[in-house]
């Protein structure tokens, strides 16, 4: 769940950003409780828009001593152009965990001024964690920052021991050297944080367009606060389930890749294609090829004798997972596959792509301090075998040992159970085929909400509904997603919503 359309749950692509230093709790500064008022400058070269300004938000290290040591939360604005137009505030939410709200502002803001007509001044933030507020550091190596290590991706033949090591050396290397700072990484600070937000602003309410995990952000928020909420979207959300939250969401990456996977397939098998891109003649040769791939992958060592990074099976199988999460992404995935089919026996040289240890540290503190994971190995063990019977293309990752089964504490609050309790000011966008938080996760939050949400559903695949559709490459699902945007921007123009839930196609949009 992210800021760009690769992102994932726990592989953010934040925007590279200086990081604050981070000071010791006994050295922070301390602040009054009451939200203070905002410095507004030009926001620094690079880090956002032209027309965009930065502030600095100090906010309790621990909300439950408000007086307490202060760490920052780095927070932007882009002013309506229309001031006669301008009807209140839009909350832009990040992904992740461990989105740059901020970058994500910058790269969208002036669209989603325009597509509003100057209706809001927009905002957003960095959570705790990420970009310019403060940030921990978990110290990790180089191994355990790409996507097919930080994951817990299994072994040859579903063997978890790998995975065990280094999720225990994460959590402890975490808790280490994150301290108290990583330890108030989670969503109900996020959600405390906007709203302390909110009364920085001089706002009564917010309205607010929430992405991937920012919908469980924005949820939260809604039910903790709904008389501070206006219009309330809701974009690629997950199961909210408090038992499970993150956990759960993982999990459910296994099915939501069988989704995806023959929107791939059928791309890749197009005659059209150029031949470094065209997998196979038929799109039902596409998945067995990968497979086939794969699997012969997982004998490649994950470096060569001379040192250097070679193609191995969960290498694969990480790019493919994140690949589905755009159409634009096809292209790189499927030339990685006519590589190593092309290749035979030889091995293939592979550049992994890597976080920083900083953004580690934001996407493990916050699934970690969101809800108690189980503790039991073989339970793993089982689970992954599986789960990887079931779902071959991810292998069993999706529910395999994570850093927080070694997690020393439990969350520090309670997980919030969304209900029906509160204004009917919610709507949800969701493609049909998301590979990250799949449909039927997304009708589970639906159901959570009772009558205060709506719920369009896209014909299409991918993650991240609204103004997404130059993820799109199919004419038909560009239209299908025309038919979301237009529900979406009418909800923030006018607030009315569909009257029922409804399905977008290529033709328009049709009640369900």
């Given at each position: 769940?992210?800021?760009?359309?690769?992102?994932?749950?726990?592989?953010?692509?934040?925007?590279?950003?200086?990081?604050?230093?981070?000071?010791?709790?006994?050295?922070?500064?301390?602040?009054?409780?009451?939200?203070?008022?905002?410095?507004?400058?030009?926001?620094?070269?690079?880090?956002?828009?032209?027309?965009?300004?930065?502030?600095?938000?100090?906010?309790?290290?621990?909300?439950?001593?408000?007086?307490?040591?202060?760490?920052?939360?780095?927070?932007?604005?882009?002013?309506?152009?229309?001031?006669?137009?301008?009807?209140?505030?839009?909350?832009?939410?990040?992904g992740g965990p461990g989105g740059s709200g901020n970058a994500k502002l910058a790269a969208v803001g002036e669209e989603?001024?325009?597509?509003?007509?100057?209706?809001?001044?927009?905002?957003?933030?960095?959570?705790?964690?990420?970009?310019?507020?403060?940030?921990?550091?978990?110290?990790?190596?180089?191994?355990?920052?790409?996507?097919?290590?930080?994951?817990?991706?299994?072994?040859?033949?579903?063997?978890?021991?790998?995975?065990?090591?280094?999720?225990?050396?994460?959590?402890?290397?975490?808790?280490?050297?994150?301290?108290?700072?990583?330890?108030?990484?989670?969503?109900?600070?996020?959600?405390?944080?906007?709203?302390?937000?909110?009364?920085?602003?001089?706002?009564?309410?917010?309205?607010?367009?929430?992405?991937?995990?920012?919908?469980?952000?924005?949820?939260?928020?809604?039910?903790?606060?709904?008389?501070?909420?206006?219009?309330?979207?809701?974009?690629?959300?997950?199961?909210?389930?408090?038992?499970?939250?993150?956990?759960?969401?993982?999990?459910?990456?296994?099915?939501?890749?069988?989704?995806?996977?023959?929107?791939?397939?059928?791309?890749?098998?197009?005659?059209?294609?150029?031949?470094?891109?065209?997998?196979?003649?038929?799109?039902?040769?596409?998945?067995?090829?990968?497979?086939?791939?794969?699997?012969?992958?997982?004998?490649?060592?994950?470096?060569?004798?001379?040192g250097k990074p070679q193609l191995t099976g969960n290498r694969l199988r990480a790019e493919m997972q994140q690949s589905?999460?755009?159409?634009?992404?096809?292209?790189?995935?499927?030339?990685?596959?006519?590589?190593?089919?092309?290749?035979?026996?030889?091995?293939?040289?592979?550049?992994?792509?890597?976080?920083?240890?900083?953004?580690?540290?934001?996407?493990?503190?916050?699934?970690?301090?969101?809800?108690?994971?189980?503790?039991?190995?073989?339970?793993?063990?089982?689970?992954?075998?599986?789960?990887?019977?079931?779902?071959?293309?991810?292998?069993?990752?999706?529910?395999?040992?994570?850093?927080?089964?070694?997690?020393?504490?439990?969350?520090?609050?309670?997980?919030?159970?969304?209900?029906?309790?509160?204004?009917?000011?919610?709507?949800?966008?969701?493609?049909?085929?998301?590979?990250?938080?799949?449909?039927?996760?997304?009708?589970?939050?639906?159901?959570?909400?009772?009558?205060?949400?709506?719920?369009?559903?896209?014909?299409?695949?991918?993650?991240?509904?609204?103004?997404?559709?130059?993820?799109?490459?199919?004419?038909?699902?560009?239209?299908?997603?025309?038919?979301?945007?237009?529900?979406?921007?009418?909800?923030?123009?006018?607030?009315?919503?569909?009257?029922?839930?409804?399905?977008?196609?290529?033709?328009?949009?049709?009640?369900?």
């Open positions: 769940m992210a800021l760009t359309k690769r992102s994932a749950l726990l592989l953010t692509l934040s925007s590279a950003a200086v990081a604050a230093t981070l000071a010791a709790p006994a050295q922070a500064a301390q602040g009054p409780a009451t939200a203070p008022s905002l410095t507004w400058k030009p926001c620094s070269a690079g880090s956002a828009g032209s027309a965009t300004e930065c502030a600095t938000l100090p906010v309790p290290l621990d909300y439950r001593k408000p007086t307490g040591p202060q760490i920052n939360v780095a927070v932007s604005r882009l002013r309506s152009d229309r001031p006669t137009a301008r009807r209140g505030t839009l909350l832009v939410i990040p989603l001024r325009k597509e509003t007509r100057g209706a809001y001044d927009i905002v957003s933030l960095d959570p705790r964690g990420v970009g310019d507020s403060t940030r921990a550091d978990c110290k990790l190596g180089e191994d355990d920052l790409e996507s097919a290590g930080l994951r817990p991706w299994p072994g040859p033949d579903g063997d978890i021991s790998a995975s065990v090591t280094r999720s225990r050396r994460i959590a402890e290397s975490c808790v280490r050297n994150g301290g108290e700072v990583i330890r108030s990484f989670s969503t109900a600070n996020e959600v405390r944080d906007i709203d302390r937000f909110r009364q920085a602003l001089g706002e009564d309410k917010l309205s607010a367009w929430g992405t991937s995990y920012g919908t469980y952000v924005g949820a939260v928020y809604a039910q903790k606060y709904p008389k501070h909420t206006d219009r309330w979207v809701l974009d690629s959300s997950g199961d909210p389930d408090p038992s499970r939250a993150e956990r759960g969401w993982l999990a459910n990456m296994s099915g939501a890749a069988d989704d995806r996977f023959p929107d791939f397939a059928k791309w890749a098998a197009d005659p059209g294609l150029a031949k470094e891109h065209r997998v196979a003649e038929r799109a039902g040769d596409v998945r067995p090829l990968f497979l086939s791939l794969a699997e012969k992958l997982d004998r490649v060592p994950a470096r060569s004798a001379d589905l999460y755009s159409d634009r992404s096809f292209d790189r995935l499927a030339a990685l596959i006519v590589k190593a089919r092309d290749a035979g026996d030889k091995p293939v040289p592979y550049e992994p792509g890597l976080i920083s240890s900083a953004d580690a540290a934001v996407s493990v503190g916050v699934i970690c301090n969101d809800v108690r994971w189980p503790g039991s190995i073989p339970d793993y063990a089982r689970a992954v075998k599986a789960d990887r019977a079931r779902h071959p293309l991810t292998n069993g990752m999706p529910v395999g040992v994570m850093p927080c089964a070694f997690w020393p504490d439990g969350p520090a609050d309670k997980p919030t159970r969304i209900t029906s309790d509160g204004p009917s000011n919610v709507l949800m966008v969701q493609y049909l085929r998301d590979p990250a938080t799949p449909h039927r996760g997304a009708l589970k939050m639906r159901e959570a909400f009772g009558d205060r949400a709506r719920m369009v559903s896209v014909d299409a695949g991918g993650h991240g509904v609204y103004l997404g559709s130059g993820d799109l490459v199919d004419s038909g699902d560009k239209r299908a997603n025309a038919c979301a945007d237009r529900a979406v921007t009418t909800f923030l123009t006018t607030g009315r919503r569909p009257a029922s839930d409804g399905l977008c196609t290529a033709a328009g949009m049709k009640a369900k």
